[in-house]
């Protein structure tokens, strides 16, 4: 009998405790409430309230300006694999900015960490957004990774208007629980990072991005 066994053994031999207990209700009153429809205008508030920015494009091509001149002067960046913005790597192309792509896990990684940390920028799509908390829902995958989100300064998120939930529920209720099954980790981003454990003053950017765009397209 391997460990394992002997500790689910042990878990099915005691009685399950609360043995009185209701069933499971069908549906639950969500955490967070959200009036009216609008869940964009709640969410550039909720993203603002929480120090991110938030900038409405009217097409992509708009949202390519709009990461271009977030970037500037920069010549390199740091991104995931496939941004799903049409025109943008074109556009970085013809600005002669160099696109970093780093493996966490590759057999070069340290020495790849340790040029990347003087890249300012990192630019991700985003997998879901929740209007309620100003929240976006990044789905680590291959391509997808987590740096960009993570290391650089600013950090660029571009969402899709589509992708925009009024809970976090919403989404876990279709296609967020599958992407839960098949990631090693969903990173979570409300804001910039930020940090109050030292001497009770709030600061932002001790341990991720201290500015975190949010581009809507």
């Known amino acids: ?33 959200i009036n009216g429809d609008d ?3 709640r969410f550039i508030v909720e993203v603002e309230t929480r120090s991110g920015q938030v900038i409405v494009a009217v097409d992509a091509a ?3 300006q709009q990461v271009l001149r977030l970037i500037d002067p920069d010549k390199r960046v740091m991104a995931w694999d496939d941004l799903l913005l049409p025109g ?10 160099e696109v970093l792509h780093v ?17 300012r920028v990192g630019i991700t799509g985003v997998d879901a957004a929740f209007a309620t908390t100003g929240t976006l829902a990044l789905v680590s995958a291959k391509g997808h990774g987590r740096i960009p989100s993570l290391l650089p300064p600013v950090h660029i ?9 009024a809970h ?12 839960l099954k098949v990631s090693r980790s969903v990173a979570l981003v409300t804001g ?8 009770q003053v709030h600061v932002l950017g001790a341990h991720g991005p201290g500015t975190v765009h949010v581009i809507v397209i």
């Open 1 to 33: 009998m391997t460990s394992r066994d002997q500790i689910l053994g042990a878990l099915r031999a005691h009685r399950k405790p609360f043995p009185a207990l209701p069933s499971r209700p069908e549906s639950y009153i969500p955490v967070t409430r």
């Open 39 to 41: 869940l964009l205008a």
């Open 62 to 64: 708009d949202a390519v």
């Open 88 to 97: 943008l790597d074109e556009a970085l192309h013809d600005r002669s900015i």
């Open 103 to 119: 493996r966490a896990r590759d057999a070069d990684r340290i020495a790849n960490l340790e040029d990347a940390e003087t890249i």
């Open 157 to 165: 998120a571009l969402l899709d208007r589509t992708r925009l939930f």
């Open 168 to 179: 976090l529920e919403d989404w876990f209720v279709g296609e967020g629980r599958d992407a």
């Open 192 to 199: 910039p990072s930020s940090t109050g454990d030292i001497e």
